[in-house]
């Protein structure tokens, strides 16, 4: 794929621009994971409804979030675009590829740790996702919230810290990172709640990478399967779900 390259008129060092929105970010999912009590005075008062209020919470932090990526990423985002753009069929075929694989490699590494127990997090996202319409839930859950995570995860932690690290390594912390991230504050890091989040953070690596280092890409394969998840709640009954 002589394509998909690392654009060599981009410096992949890291940025102020970066460490502004990588420090947003972190800060404020740790005091969402630590110290959820802190709340936002008067929000309850304004929203009664605890499921509304916690979303209107988390798409105001992805929002911000995500401005704050796009604009330390904008040059990356426009011309990994284009890349991908040359080759439309092959990019087309990979993002589905990439959820099934992601489906696949979570089957076989449930056939060996044993069924996957529903992480707090997830129960929260489907508790969203079932009580508010999807007009709400798909730009929150599909369109910003993975552009913010492969931003962090990819971009910064494996383009641009392979500068100063090996790159195994970089995939290795990025997976690890990803997984654990999702349940940060909220519950045990045991490998059957673990293992969904390691496998989908795997083949996002494995994506990011053989693309040249095109978080574009692994952004398109990351809001396809969180896609497919929101549909599915919404299709499938409840206790099937469970």
């Known amino acids: 794929m002589a394509e998909l390259r690392r654009p060599d008129f981009l410096s992949y060092a890291f940025s102020v ?3 502004i929105a990588a420090g947003f970010y972190v800060l404020f999912l740790l005091i969402f994971s630590y110290a959820p009590g802190l709340g936002i005075p ?4 304004l929203i009664p409804n605890p499921l509304l209020a916690g979303y209107v919470v988390n798409l105001a932090f992805y929002l911000s979030a995500g401005a704050l990526a796009a604009w330390a990423s904008w040059r ?4 990994e675009t284009r890349i991908l753009a040359t080759r439309p069929w092959l990019t087309l075929a990979i993002i589905p590829g990439g959820v099934f694989v992601m489906l696949l490699l979570t089957a076989v590494a449930v056939a060996f740790t044993g069924p996957p127990e529903t992480a707090v997090n997830q129960e929260a996202v489907q508790g969203l996702v079932v009580s508010l ?3 709400l839930i798909i730009p929150l859950l599909v369109l910003i919230a993975p552009f913010v995570e492969e931003y962090i995860f990819r971009h910064l932690l494996i383009g641009k810290l392979s500068r100063h690290l090996n790159i195994w390594a970089c995939c290795i912390i990025s997976v690890l990172l990803f997984a654990g991230i999702h349940l940060a504050g909220k519950e045990a890091l045991t490998l059957p709640v673990l ?3 390691l496998a989908m953070g795997a083949v996002l ?3 990011y990478v053989w693309a040249g280092n095109n978080f574009i890409l692994s952004y398109a394969v990351h809001a396809a399967k969180n896609l497919l998840a929101v549909v599915l709640t919404y299709a499938v009954p409840a206790e099937l779900l469970q």
């Open 133 to 135: 319409p999807p007009l």
């Open 42 to 45: 008067g929000l309850t008062t």
């Open 76 to 79: 990356y985002a426009v011309r």
């Open 17 to 19: 621009r970066d460490g």
């Open 195 to 197: 293992m969904p989040y």
């Open 205 to 207: 690596v494995g994506i």
